[in-house]
């Protein structure tokens, strides 16, 4: 029982990061209607810029750890916001009006280059950092000597994406820009012509998205105490098949989905096996997609010609 | 509607310097932020194992030169050529020769591939290349029917690819199986595989198959890695028997080839031997291919590609025309899948991973989507490309992936854009007003 509670907190935390790089294919999925391929990556470079900014920071002897963590969090959301907006520019407006696989294939080569980028711009290697949030609470002693224990560093990880999540929820459904990217959503043209300017819409969806990756990225340093150049692909498919099982365009599906995937793949590897998880959670990808196409929360698709 | 509109504010506003300077300004301020900490700070583990950071301010500024001038001169590009959106008309003389062109082009580079192991006999590194260029031409023509032919985005291609190395390879080293027996039987379990996966999962479209098929894909991969006891793992299958000629080894031993016709023996021949045969194999991919489209089946394929809910409408079985591209290109991939195992010798999931199947999808889609030439061009371009950059390994998927990007971009419908459906009306007919007046259906 214990262990299973251990389990049960350690899939919630990975299930969190899931769901905050879910909400970004999430959202441009909703709008676009593209997979965000490189949006793994995304997470990917947000993961470096926390960690390069940390280092710096640490370097000048900052030692009050809340104020590291704040200007680390503002520092890697804006740079990696700007990497979002610039592959939107770059590599998927002038396709908008393309033929239907050429954003994804676009997508797919704009994968590569953030994944080879960051291999040449920082080495192949692993970057470790020493923990930085530590200490936290046993919340319970097992007879065997086993303790569930819950870090602190735990409960920062859901708290921000219950935070965020809840700052987005707002956004989406209060403010202008959120009535604007529900518009575009329904009928771009006619959103246009209704005087919303769809391409900004469109470039703050990717801001936005990126911003939430970059937070992923940084939860993900601190939690796991590393990065590398390749963790974005794996990451990727995996919030992605979060987006898909809680309902594409949803965003409380994107963190529920995630939630989903993170206690499953938690689970797998602690009572089956931990070299097949990666196969437990894209074989989920397929079934959801098989038995239940619309996720969680979706809305069905209705086929038009 | 917003395009246009952005088009025109575009164009009536691109003139004059200042602007060009302002926007390649701005250029390079994105830049400095985006590459201010990736770029121009390095970070590298030192001996005790904790992080040391060293900035690089060269580097950083080279790089935002290089989008400062590359803005500027993008910029006067395309004021000296007009707006991007505009088509420009390809003139006549120019169409006549490029039919022209077209029409003696493929014969032409087929008398030239047969006479390729007589030519470079002696260079054993243009015959190698020969091979592999050969091998992806044959995995693209087989993707080519799944994703040219039927519109099906397949992103997990190298599965069947790694289906049919591995049927060859656990046979042949198991049982002891002949190449030639095993090459059908790698053919019709990755046809398999393909049904296996295809039945489930065909009922997606566009993106959601794409997905799932690169799931698919990954999954096998990580299969392949784990089940050591079958597959050996990450260490692969060593030893696979090399291909004999009908069961005549090119040996160096008394009942080899060369002993058999009294000629002298040369490891080359081997090289040859193998050359030949992709070749056959890929030209047996291209012959199906052809003769599909004509049936039926074919006309199917690419009816789907154009249209899903009218082919509905006409009563095509969607599922049984989906699920036949999907393991007719399976097939063919498991075909290419057990000549690389003989050819190589040696295989491990090392070389079926993601990137493999975006460069195939690379390919068809450079190839532009359903044109033969065009993929077998494509895949000349690419691998011979990636030859070029062998010296910049570190930097060769950087190249490739901007590569997918800008042709996606430039060129979306590939370099010899031909997607016109093999069959289509080649008149318009007119309908009498009588025939359509409403309640007559």
Redesign the interface.
């Known amino acids: 029982m214990d262990y299973f509670a251990q389990q049960l907190i350690n899939g919630l935390v990975l299930g969190s990061i899931y769901g905050l790089i879910a909400i970004g294919y999430t959202m441009v999925y909703g709008i676009v ?3 965000n391929f490189a949006h793994g990556d995304i997470f990917m ?1 947000g993961g ?2 926390a ?3 940390f ?2 920071l640490v ?1 000048f002897g900052l030692t009050a750890v809340p104020l590291i963590l704040l200007v680390v969090l503002l ?1 890697s959301m ?2 990696t916001a ?2 979002g907006w ?1 592959i939107e520019r ?2 998927y407006r ?13 997508a ?16 192949a ?6 923990p930085v949030i530590t200490g936290g609470y046993t919340l319970h002693e097992g007879a065997e000597g086993f303790a569930v224990q819950l870090s602190n560093m735990q409960i920062i990880v859901v708290l921000a994406t219950i935070v965020l999540l809840t700052l987005f929820t707002w956004l989406v459904s209060r403010t202008r820009l959120g009535r604007d990217m529900r518009a575009c959503e329904q009928d ?2 006619m959103a ?2 209704l005087g919303v300017d ?2 900004r819409t469109i470039s703050m969806t990717f801001v936005i998205g990126a911003g939430l990756a970059a937070v992923a990225g940084m939860m993900y340093l601190l939690y796991y105490g590393q990065v590398d150049f390749n963790m974005g ?1 794996v990451a990727g ?1 995996k919030a ?2 979060a987006a ?1 099982l809680g309902g594409i365009g949803s965003l409380p599906g994107a963190v529920l989905g995630g939630l989903a995937i993170g206690l499953i793949e938690t689970f797998w590897s602690a009572y089956f096996s931990v ?2 998880k ?2 437990a959670a ?2 989920i ?2 079934i959801v ?2 038995f239940m ?1 619309t996720g969680l929360l979706g809305r069905p698709e209705v ?3 | ?3 246009l509109s ?1 088009e025109i504010t575009q164009t009536s506003r691109a003139a004059g310097i200042p602007f060009i300077l302002k926007r390649a300004f701005f250029n390079a301020l ?1 830049a400095l ?2 590459f ?4 121009g ?5 030192g001996p005790d ?3 040391t ?1 060293w900035p690089r301010f060269v580097e950083l500024a080279s790089l935002v030169g290089i989008v400062f001038g590359g803005s500027v001169v993008i910029e006067l590009l395309r004021q000296w050529i007009g707006p ?1 959106g505009a088509e420009r008309l390809v003139p006549p003389a120019l169409h006549s020769g490029l039919s022209f062109l077209g029409r003696y082009l493929a014969p032409a580079l087929l008398i030239f591939t047969l006479l390729v192991p007589v030519i470079f006999y002696d260079q054993r590194y243009i015959l190698d290349l020969a091979i592999l260029v050969l091998t992806y031409v044959m995995l693209g023509w087989g993707l080519n029917v799944v994703v040219g032919l039927a519109g099906l ?1 397949d ?1 997990g291609y190298v599965a069947f690819y790694a289906v049919g190395a591995y049927s060859y390879a656990l046979l042949a080293t198991n049982f002891g199986w002949s190449f030639w027996i095993c090459l059908p039987l790698a053919g019709i379990l990755a046809a398999f595989w393909g049904v296996l996966l295809g039945f ?2 065909l ?2 479209r ?3 198959l ?3 098929t ?3 894909g ?2 096998i991969r ?2 392949l ?2 089940w050591q006891s079958l597959t050996g793992g990450p260490n692969g299958v060593p030893g696979i028997p090399r291909p004999t000629l009908f069961g005549i080894p090119l040996t160096n031993t008394d009942d080899g080839l060369a002993a058999l016709l009294g000629i002298e023996f040369s490891p080359t021949h081997r090289i040859v031997f193998l050359f030949y045969l992709i070749l056959a194999l890929a030209l047996l991919t291209n012959w199906v291919t052809i003769r599909l489209r004509r049936l039926p089946i074919g006309r199917a394929w690419e009816a789907l590609r154009e ?1 899903e ?2 082919c509905r409408a006409l009563g095509i079985n969607t599922t049984t025309t989906k699920l036949t591209a999907f393991a007719t290109g399976a097939m063919f991939g498991g075909f290419a899948g057990a000549f690389f195992a003989t050819r190589q010798g040696f295989i491990s999931p090392e070389s079926f991973t ?2 493999e199947s ?1 460069l195939v ?2 390919i068809v ?1 450079l190839g532009g989507m359903g044109s033969q030439l065009g993929v077998a061009l494509a895949a000349l371009t690419m691998i011979g490309g990636f030859e070029l950059f062998r010296g910049l390994e ?5 190249v ?6 800008l042709i ?2 430039w060129r ?2 590939g370099l010899i854009g031909h997607r016109a459906p093999t069959v289509y009306l080649k008149k318009s007919q007119a309908i009498s007003s009588d025939l359509v007046k409403e309640g007559h259906g």
């Open positions: 209607g593209m997979i470079i470096f810029i960690l390069i900014s280092l710096i370097s520092v804006v740079i700007l990497y610039t770059i590599a002038p396709l908008r009006h393309s033929f239907r696989l050429a954003p994804m294939l676009s797919i080569g704009m994968s590569f280059v953030l994944t080879n980028y960051s291999q040449v711009a920082q080495g290697r692993v970057k470790p950092i020493p771009q043209t246009a012509l769809v391409d692909f498919i992605f098949t898909v070299e097949y990666d196969v894209f074989s990808l397929i997609l098989i196409p086929e038009k010609v | 509607m917003t395009a952005h994105v932020v985006l201010s900490l990736m770029v700070v390095r970070t590298e583990a194992g904790q992080l950071y991007s985005l992103l489930p999962v009922r997606l566009g993106d959601y794409a997905i799932v690169l799931a698919f990954e999954i990580l299969v890695i784990n249209d809910v009218a993601f990137q975006a999808l690379a889609v570190t930097y060769r998927m950087l490739f992936g901007w590569a997918m990007v996606m971009i979306p419908r």
